[in-house]
């Protein structure tokens, strides 16, 4: 399974990037579909993720900006961020998760400049 991701770049602040992410190969159970970002010298965090549930879950830096949506036929999952920020310069990854498994991207660099 492999994950490719796109979209990422560099932006002023207050503008808006789209990023993609498909998953090629065969995928069952799927639990959690999500972004995650690690800004330079900082821990990976959540971004925002979707589960089979149907639960959708935001961090708190970003909610009311950034909107996931996902198609589970098809394995996508794309993140839409709005009023970008300084802050939110960081690699980006893309995350899908079973019970017994956890895929992650190669990661996009978005870029914020203020």
């Known amino acids: 399974v492999q994950l490719v991701e796109s979209g990422g770049g560099l932006v002023q602040a207050g503008g808006s990037l789209r990023l993609s992410c498909a998953a090629s190969g065969t995928i069952f159970g799927i639990n959690l579909m999500g972004w995650y970002r690690q800004p330079p010298g900082k821990e990976r965090e959540l971004v925002a993720a979707?589960?089979?549930?149907?639960?959708?879950i935001y961090g708190d830096s970003v909610k009311g900006r950034f909107t996931i949506s996902s198609d589970n036929a098809k394995n996508t999952v794309n993140l839409q961020m709005n009023s970008l920020k300084p802050e939110d310069t960081a690699v980006y990854y893309c995350?899908?998760?079973?019970?017994?498994?956890?895929?992650w991207g190669q990661g996009t660099q978005v870029t914020v400049s203020s």
């Open positions: 995350k899908l998760e079973g019970q017994r498994y956890a895929y």
């Open positions: 979707t589960t089979s549930g149907g639960r959708i």
